[in-house]
């Protein structure tokens, strides 16, 4: 038996080393996938990640953990992800608010995009302006913008946090119609969107799947979309652009990240991962629900977006006069 196990236990490594796999890696299959979240339940990438959860531990072969950490606007749980282990047992589903960190924040505990390994951008998730119908008359932008223009600086709108897209998408809308509002950041969606609700902030963006319910129940007002065409998940929601601001759109994307120094061979299972999910019937029927687009970039080509999306949110960080915190 002792031969047996022995010759077996050779053929394996004599196998992994011809296909060109350390014996470390061929024989130590994770069998916990932690995802970790730079952001709240309740949020849009929580909404995404737990839809997805189930097709993703079945192709990767291991029981997926989703693991909320959205403390300092997100960059707790990046923080986490930087100093996790380079084995594929911890990765992360982000929004764009990765790439507006370096921009907004002086002394990041990490560097973007260096200590992570951008495995897929996946897709994008649509955003809408919404209001208090207690606290805004307001049913359209040009009723809002009016409103706003009468009471500059008076209103105040609610972000899941200093620097995130939310903050920065409402920031753009802002700058675009030439009006004024206080910002009151949150420590996340969930948070923002009760307070929403409760009154005690006047509007902000939020991507729709977290305020569908919501909007659906009269509880939040939507005053337009944010992207580029309307959804066919709300497709009475007229975007920006339809009104009155020419050209407007501001793209809210999400992307599977692991952490620096991730190998070939577990980048690749990762993307192969990500694919097979998202092409899962359940899931698409699930991002079709929340509106999310689903466009899943190469390994390759998500490093190339995430350099190119840095730069452009630079320069609308510094277009919008956000100062560093």
Same mark, same amino acid.
């Given at each position: ?12 490594l004599?196998?992994?080393? !011809?296909?060109g @796999? ?15 979240l730079?952001?709240?339940t309740?949020?849009?990438v ?9 097709a ?5 072969g291991?029981?997926v953990?989703v ?8 960059? @707790? ?5 930087a100093?996790s282990?380079?084995?594929g047992?911890?990765?992360a ?9 370096p921009?907004v924040?002086?002394?990041l505990?990490?560097?973007?995009p260096?200590? *992570? ?18 606290r805004?008359?307001? $049913?359209?932008?040009?009723? *809002?913008?009016? /409103?706003l223009k ?7 709108f609610a972000?899941?946090?200093?620097g995130t ?5 409402t920031?753009?809308?802002?700058d675009?119609?030439?009006? %004024? ?9 969930g948070?923002?969107?009760?307070d929403l609700?409760?009154g ?12 569908? %319910? ?11 979309? /944010?992207?580029p %065409?309307?959804?066919p998940?709300?497709p009475?929601?007229?975007?920006? !652009? ?11 994307? *999400? ?8 190998d ?6 990762a993307?192969?991962? @990500?694919?097979a999910? *998202?092409?899962?019937? !359940? ?6 629900? %929340?509106?999310? $687009? ?5 390994p ?14 630079? !320069?609308?960080?510094k ?7």
């Amino acid at each position: 038996m002792n031969d047996f196990l022995h010759l077996n236990r050779r053929h394996v490594l004599a196998a992994a080393l !011809a296909a060109g @796999v350390t014996p470390l890696a061929a024989l130590a299959q994770p069998s916990t996938v932690k995802f970790i979240l730079p952001n709240a339940t309740g949020s849009g990438v929580d909404a995404i990640t737990r839809a997805a959860q189930p097709a993703l531990g079945k192709a990767l072969g291991a029981s997926v953990v989703v693991d909320n950490q959205p403390g300092a606007g997100g960059i @707790v749980g990046l923080n986490a992800l930087a100093r996790s282990p380079a084995d594929g047992s911890a990765l992360a589903v982000v929004s764009n608010n990765v790439v507006i960190f370096p921009s907004v924040i002086k002394s990041l505990p990490f560097d973007m995009p260096n200590d *992570f390994t951008p495995i897929a951008v996946v897709g994008a998730t649509p955003m809408v302006l919404v209001v208090n119908p207690q606290r805004v008359s307001a $049913t359209n932008s040009k009723e *809002f913008v009016a /409103l706003l223009k009468s009471k500059p600086g008076q209103l105040n709108f609610a972000s899941g946090g200093n620097g995130t897209i939310l903050h920065l998408a409402t920031e753009i809308y802002l700058d675009a119609t030439g009006t %004024q509002a206080r910002h009151i950041p949150y420590k996340g969606v969930g948070p923002m969107v009760t307070d929403l609700i409760g009154g005690q902030v006047d509007f902000g963006t939020v991507a729709l799947p977290s305020v569908q %319910q919501q909007i659906k129940a009269g509880t939040l007002r939507a005053i337009g979309m /944010l992207s580029p %065409q309307r959804t066919p998940a709300a497709p009475e929601i007229p975007t920006m !652009a339809e009104q009155g601001l020419a050209g407007f759109a501001v793209e809210a994307w *999400f992307a599977v990240i692991g952490p620096k120094k991730l190998d070939a061979a577990n980048v690749k299972k990762a993307h192969d991962a @990500v694919v097979a999910a *998202f092409n899962d019937p !359940a899931v698409k029927d699930a991002m079709a629900k %929340q509106g999310n $687009t689903i466009a899943i970039s190469t390994p390759e080509e998500a490093q190339a977006a995430f350099k190119r999306e840095l730069a452009k949110y630079a !320069a609308l960080v510094k277009k919008v006069g956000l100062e560093p915190q």
